[in-house]
């Protein structure tokens, strides 16, 4: 099999060296005649060269590549992508010929881009999750679109992905660009998932006083259990690292943190479809928060500092509490993977969509199989349900910010008790005569229920 990659920066040039490995023959390509030499000179010594082939223009790899082609990109998301897709075009691809994007690109492009080429090539799009590490050895692949081009190539892409008790962790999840959708609502819960674990953290070291060392060790305890994750397991890590005078490395890293903007655009998307995720929203502005004093509104958000106070944690409700907590960031993701579907009409298999994320990516977790399960887990949760209460507000009494933490028990706490937006509706009728509608069903103003003598002005 012979497939062609355009892009050989640091996730390309793993993906590469990790396909030939798996047997296949790659022509690849990169604007820059360095990453070339690069790839070459690490497949050398890895005993790959002979599958390898560095070409030095588009239209020399579409010359050497078999029909019908496969040609892969990754190149930075936005313009770079259709300025390499009409390059392929002038190069001689043609309607057979498919072009998986398999960059952060936004799903809304590669929908787009699907009309766009229909007349040219088949299009389709790749989240690939796991970063370099995951790309050289084994990452998660959310693919999407192309029904013909696909089954030419997936064989050889089950091979490159991660893979769980014997179940490769690349699938098709649906149709159009859903692929891109669910690798950036991967990312959403990532988001989530790192600033809960930032919270538990701060809340131990700031509202407890425990000792990094003794953080770390907490979070081995938990990783022996159900709670098991990739992202759980580098937080302890990083807690254990010093730097050459016995300095906490997490103590000397400045607190402002970077984004790429899958987080932000889970976010948005997730409001334009009116689907409720404020874990993963939270998640987005706690980092928006940390850079305050680079925004033109810095004076206007900054107040003087104020000293934490002390609480009392009972350690095994904190493990409950971030189990639950945990798992509702993945449901919220899938519901809004699932209203994004249905709204989109993708066909977007949840299950397949679970599956390549148990290996590989930086959200994989051994309690993804009760995530699997469904609501009727989490319903079943009655002592993690009280511990989430009690821990949030434990953590509230300290003083300290829990962005996630707070909304996800508003989520919880808005789809399981009684609501209050009953009197909202009401004040936007009153102000706004938008109407309201009885518990009988039927649709009114408040005037039609009683007499209003005067309206407050």
Same mark, same amino acid.
């Given at each position: ?20 490995e798996k047997g296949l ?10 990453? $070339? ?15 390898? =082939? ?16 496969? !040609? ?18 002038? +190069?001689?691809?043609? !309607? ?10 936004? *799903? %809304? ?7 766009? *080429? ?8 790749? $989240? ?27 064989? &050889?892409?089950?091979? #490159? ?8 962790? &690349? +699938? ?9 959708? #669910? %690798? ?30 003794? !953080? ?46 899958? $987080? ?103 309690y993804l199989d009760q ?19 009690? !821990?949030?507000?434990?953590? #509230? ?6 962005? #996630?933490?707070? +909304? ?30 009885t518990h009988e069903g039927?649709?009114? =103003? ?12």
């Open positions: 099999m012979q497939v062609a990659l355009v892009g050989l920066g640091v996730m390309g040039k793993n993906l590469a060296l990790n396909l030939i023959n790659l022509v690849a390509y990169d604007k820059n005649p360095d990453a $070339g030499e690069d790839l070459l000179s690490l497949a050398k010594k890895e005993g790959f060269a002979e599958r390898l =082939h560095i070409v030095s223009d588009l239209s020399d790899m579409v010359r050497r590549l078999e029909t019908p082609r496969s !040609i892969l990109l990754l190149v930075p998301a936005g313009e770079l992508v259709d300025k390499v897709c009409s390059e392929l075009i002038e +190069a001689g691809v043609d !309607i057979n010929d498919i072009i998986v994007d398999c960059g952060n690109s936004n *799903y %809304k492009d590669g929908i787009a881009r699907k009309l766009k *080429y229909q007349n040219k090539f088949e299009f389709a799009t790749m $989240g690939i999750s796991g970063g370099a590490e995951g790309a050289r050895h084994g990452p998660a692949m959310m693919a999407s679109g192309s029904e013909g081009g696909w089954e030419r190539i997936i064989p &050889f892409f089950e091979k #490159v992905a991660a893979s769980h008790n014997g179940e490769s962790c &690349f +699938a098709r999840v649906g149709q159009s660009a859903s692929g891109h959708f #669910v %690798k950036m609502v991967h990312n959403g819960i990532e988001y989530a998932l790192m600033q809960l674990i930032a919270e538990v953290y701060h809340l131990l070291r700031l509202g407890c006083g425990k000792s990094n060392d003794e !953080i770390a060790a907490l979070f081995d305890t938990w990783s022996e259990g159900e709670l098991n994750s990739y992202l759980l397991s580098i937080s302890s890590h990083i807690l254990k690292l010093n730097s050459s005078d016995n300095t906490p490395i997490v103590d000397l890293i400045d607190n402002k943190v970077g984004a790429k903007g899958t $987080g932000l655009w889970t976010a948005q998307n997730a409001l334009e479809l009116g689907i409720a995720v404020p874990s993963l929203v939270a998640a987005v502005q706690a980092r928006h928060l940390t850079n305050t004093q680079d925004t033109h509104a810095a004076l206007e958000m900054t107040y003087a500092a104020k000293q934490p106070a002390k609480v009392d944690i009972d350690l095994e409700e904190l493990r409950k509490a971030f189990h639950l907590a945990s798992l509702l960031c993945y449901r919220q993701g899938l519901a809004l993977i699932k209203g994004a579907s249905r709204s989109h009409q993708w066909k977007v298999d949840l299950a397949k969509t679970l599956q390549t994320w148990r290996a590989g990516c930086i959200i994989r977790a051994d995530i699997a399960e469904g609501n009727g887990f989490i319903d079943g949760l009655n002592d993690e349900v009280i511990a989430l209460r009690n !821990i949030s507000a434990d953590a #509230v009494r300290s003083g300290l910010a829990f962005p #996630v933490l707070a +909304a996800t028990q508003t989520y919880y706490a808005t789809l399981t008790t009684p609501s209050n937006g009953h009197l909202v509706q009401a004040q936007r009728d009153y102000f706004g005569e938008h109407g309201i509608k039927e649709t009114c =103003h408040l005037t039609d229920l009683t007499h209003i003598y005067a309206k407050v002005r």
